[in-house]
C-alpha cells in the first residue's frame, strides 16, 4: 500500500530528525519506508501504513517524536480538533484558553485524562486511548465554548 500525505514545511525537520535517525527509527518499528520531499509518501503493509501515517500526522500536528511514538499502541489514536473558520483573533483566544496561564491548562487536562495534547497552527490535537480522548476532548470543548476552567476540570473528574 502506498500512502501520500501532507504536513506543515517546518515541521518537517521534526520528523526527518538529527541525521534522519527520528524517520529511521519510524521506519524500523513500522516496517514502512517513508519517501520526504514536496509531500510525504508512506509504503508498507496496510496495518503498519496506517499507524506510520497517523505517527507523521501527529508530528505534523505539533508533537514531539517521543509523544507521537505512543500511537503505536494499538488501543491508542490520535483526535484533531479544527479550529478553521473562525478569525484570527478568535484562534488566537480560543488556544490560549486550552494552553492557559503557562500551560498549566493543558497541563491538567493532559494530567487527568492521561492524553497528550498540543496546540498548532488552527488545531488542537489528543493522543490516547478512546475513553482518555473522550475525557479531555470534553474538556476542551467546553473551554471553546467559553465555559470557566473550572467547570471543564470539574467535568473530567465525573
Known amino acids: 500500500?502506498?500512502?501520500?500525505?501532507?504536513?506543515?514545511?517546518?515541521?518537517?525537520?521534526?520528523?526527518i530528525g538529527k541525521d534522519g535517525k527520528t524517520k529511521k527509527m519510524i521506519e524500523k518499528r513500522t516496517g514502512t519506508k517513508i519517501n520526504i520531499s514536496?509531500?510525504?509518501?508512506?509504503?508498507?503493509?496496510?496495518?503498519?501504513?496506517l499507524r506510520t501515517k497517523n505517527i507523521v500526522e501527529a508530528?505534523?500536528?505539533?508533537?514531539?517524536?517521543?509523544?507521537?511514538?505512543?500511537?503505536l499502541d494499538e488501543d491508542c489514536q490520535l483526535e484533531i480538533i479544527s479550529?478553521?473558520?473562525?478569525?484570527?483573533?478568535t484562534i488566537?483566544?480560543?488556544?490560549?484558553?486550552?494552553?492557559?496561564?503557562?500551560g498549566m491548562c493543558r497541563k491538567i487536562i493532559e494530567h487527568e485524562c492521561g492524553v497528550?495534547?498540543?496546540?498548532?497552527?488552527k488545531t488542537i490535537s489528543i493522543i490516547g486511548t478512546a475513553d482518555e480522548i473522550?475525557?479531555?476532548?470534553?474538556?476542551?470543548?467546553?473551554?471553546l465554548k467559553g465555559k470557566t476552567h473550572g467547570y471543564a476540570f470539574s467535568l473530567m473528574k465525573k
Not at 83 to 89: N, Y
Not at 134 to 143: D, F, G, N, P
Request: glycine share 12%.
Open 38 to 49: 514536496d509531500g510525504i509518501t508512506i509504503e508498507g503493509d496496510i496495518d503498519s501504513v
Open 59 to 71: 508530528i505534523g500536528r505539533g508533537f514531539s517524536p517521543g509523544r507521537a511514538f505512543r500511537l
Open 116 to 121: 497528550s495534547i498540543s496546540v498548532y497552527g
Open 1 to 15: 500500500m502506498l500512502e501520500e500525505l501532507n504536513i506543515p514545511e517546518e515541521r518537517k525537520p521534526v520528523l
Open 83 to 89: 479550529l478553521r473558520g473562525e478569525t484570527e483573533k
Open 134 to 143: 473522550a475525557h479531555a476532548r470534553t474538556a476542551i470543548e467546553t473551554l
Open 92 to 102: 488566537i483566544r480560543l488556544k490560549g484558553r486550552v494552553i492557559g496561564r503557562k
